[in-house]
């Protein structure tokens, strides 16, 4: 077992020491986690194919499941791609860095390891300095998984790593709770354009960019990315989604289940349950907030070993909340419909 060291950083202007500490231990072949804008990452050097095996091993990642590597500019993306469409190059100019993924076509013999056997290979410049910084002081592009334990939610805070990884890493850097607070969309351009992970990066904002993308329906056959086959998401407690629900409605439910033990219950406001059974965690009613807090939510209700969750879904009006949906119901055991109006 492995002690694990939490250094915090300074989010907006990284302390040089602390971050070439961090940089030497990637380049030793050795694995960071890292806050990203989107979630905390777990990286390695990716030209180091044993060290990219690690982050399998540290995470228990299936091992047909491809990373994404993030670059600080565009001669490392340069390195690891056979060409750049004239589209990534708009969409690279618009969204990045940022919460956007692209996936090219590999250079062959680069970075093998990340891509298990694809010849394809998810490209990202992450906008959180913490992140720029490590991969420029470690000279190399960093393959980084979300630093959680393969099935549970992303850790948007260094505690939520340090819960799922401790003895299985050697560093966290700690800066603070991540601002996005969900993963990054994923934008497949080897062949016609399909989102392969909604994200806060919306199909909308995309198709302003580069025109027409595959639509949902016609996506599922064009789908290229194996992480999508695996449940994820999920917290340890039975996931209940209420769509539509009146206060009323959300009373009942979440009282119904308080056979099975304490309930959780994520929502936007106050049921006015007695707060010894149900564990309440209130969110603003907008995609932005509702996407900053929704996986430490549901770490802080396992940690607080209820039995099951009750989640308010409402409509957040915006292309974004595609994003919240999807993994809301990656999450979910159980969905209950009330009210009239569709999300
Ligand atoms: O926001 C994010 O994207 C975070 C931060 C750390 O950057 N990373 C993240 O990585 O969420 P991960 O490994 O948890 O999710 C990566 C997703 C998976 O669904 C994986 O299957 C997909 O990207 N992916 C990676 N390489 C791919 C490829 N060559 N083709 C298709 N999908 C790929
Ligand atoms: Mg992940």
């Known amino acids: 077992m492995i002690t694990t060291e939490i250094l915090k950083v300074n989010r907006d202007a990284p302390e040089h020491g602390i971050m070439d500490r961090a940089a030497a231990v990637i380049r030793a072949g050795r694995l960071v986690a890292f806050p990203t804008e989107t979630v905390y990452g777990l990286g390695a050097d990716a030209m180091n194919g044993e060290a990219v095996l690690a982050i399998f091993r540290a995470k228990e990642r299936p091992a047909d499941n491809p990373l994404i590597v993030h670059v600080s500019d565009n001669e490392m993306l340069e390195l690891l791609v056979n060409d750049i469409p004239e589209e990534a190059l708009r969409l690279i100019d618009r969204f990045w860095p940022g919460p956007l993924t692209l996936v090219f076509s590999r250079r ?45 939610p992303s850790p948007t805070r260094a505690q939520d790593v340090f819960a799922d990884l401790n003895g299985r890493i050697g560093l966290i850097l700690d800066g603070g709770p991540t601002t996005v607070g969900i993963e990054s969309t994923v934008l497949d351009l080897t062949g016609p354009p399909v989102i392969l992970r909604p994200g806060l990066v919306t199909r909308s904002q995309l198709e302003d960019v580069i025109g027409p993308i595959v639509p949902e329906a016609r996506a599922e056959e064009l789908r290229r990315s194996p992480g999508t086959r695996h ?60 996407a900053r ?20 879904v409402a409509a957040l009006g915006d292309g974004a909340s595609d994003a919240i949906i999807d993994r809301l119901s990656r999450a979910a055991s159980e969905t209950i419909i009330r009210g009239g109006t569709s999300l």
């Open 108 to 152: 062959p013999g680069m970075a093998d390891c990340v891509s298990r056997g694809l010849s394809t290979i998810a490209v990202r410049m992450p906008a959180s300095p913490i992140a720029l910084d490590l991969i420029r002081r470690a000279k190399t592009p960093i393959a980084a998984p979300s630093a959680n334990l393969s099935g549970r």
């Open 231 to 290: 449940r994820h998401y999920s917290p340890k407690a039975h996931v209940v989604l209420v769509l539509d629900g009146a206060k009323d409605d959300l009373r009942s439910i979440t009282a119904g289940f308080l056979d099975r033990g304490k309930v959780g219950f994520i929502g936007f406001s106050d049921l006015g349950l007695p707060a010894d059974l149900i564990k309440q965690i209130l969110l603003q009613n907008d995609v932005e907030s509702y």
């Open 293 to 312: 807090s929704l996986y430490s939510a549901f770490r802080d209700l396992d940690e607080a070993g209820v039995a099951v969750i009750v989640v308010q």
